[in-house]
């Protein structure tokens, strides 16, 4: 397992890229400060690119004890209880993930879930599985900015196929979303 301790910076680095998103997201700057912005980014990928690595080297989504993973892909979820069958916890989308009206872009939704979801499949010596579907009942507009509440369980094992469920609700308490995946084991050798 790779080690967070030890890429302190990097975690930081994958926080600022998701403030970075959210700020640019809610920009209309004038000409000068974009131009300007775009020139602090593109000294980022010059900066980086030299330290690419393989996938199996990989810092971004595999620094697992982090929130987020350090990955700036997937909203973050702040986990306050789990156990190899369930978690619970918050989660704020920012306004990286806005679709329109103050709601959530609807497919951040299915990706939270993806990563969520997921990770309980694989989680309690389960081993390695892959989405076969995800099927994702939006109830209520999911608000962006504000604090929601998540949870998620396994909810049975049949052979291969793992069928994890979640939820998330508004600080009002109502269900936004639910949601269901079912997870397959790989077999041996396969992608
Ligand atoms: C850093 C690490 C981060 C990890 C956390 C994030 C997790 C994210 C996970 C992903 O996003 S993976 C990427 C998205 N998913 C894929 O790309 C999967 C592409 N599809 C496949 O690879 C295969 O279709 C799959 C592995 C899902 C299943 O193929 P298999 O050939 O292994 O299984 P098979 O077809 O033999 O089916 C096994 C059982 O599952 C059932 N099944 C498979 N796909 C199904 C489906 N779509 N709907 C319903 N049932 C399904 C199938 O009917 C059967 O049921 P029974 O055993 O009861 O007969």
Redesign the pocket.
């Known amino acids: 397992m790779k080690s967070a301790a030890e890429h302190r910076e990097f975690v930081d680095l994958v926080e600022a890229l998701r403030a970075a998103q959210d700020t640019i997201t809610g920009a209309s700057p004038p000409e000068d400060v974009a131009r300007k912005a775009r020139e602090g980014l593109e000294e980022v990928t010059r900066l980086l690119a030299p330290f690419t690595v393989s996938e199996a080297e990989q810092l971004a989504?595999?620094l697992i004890t982090e929130p987020g993973?350090a990955q700036a892909l997937a909203p973050v979820l702040h986990v306050d209880e789990s156990s190899t069958e369930h978690v619970r916890g918050r989660l704020v989308l920012g306004r990286y993930y806005l679709g329109g009206n103050g709601a959530a872009h609807g497919g951040s939704i299915p990706l939270f879930f993806?990563?969520v979801l997921?990770?309980l499949?694989?989680d309690g010596g389960r081993g390695t599985s892959?989405?076969?579907?995800l099927h994702v009942n939006y109830r209520k507009i999911t608000p962006v900015g504000q604090e929601l509440r998540v949870e998620a369980h396994v909810d049975r094992v049949?052979?291969?196929?793992r069928f994890v469920v979640g939820t998330i609700h508004d600080p009002e308490g109502d269900l936004t979303v639910d949601a269901e995946g079912?997870?397959?084991a790989?077999?041996p050798g396969?992608p």
């Open positions: 989504g595999y993973h993806d990563d997921g990770r499949a694989n892959r989405t076969a579907y049949e052979g291969r196929k079912l997870f397959v790989l077999r396969q």
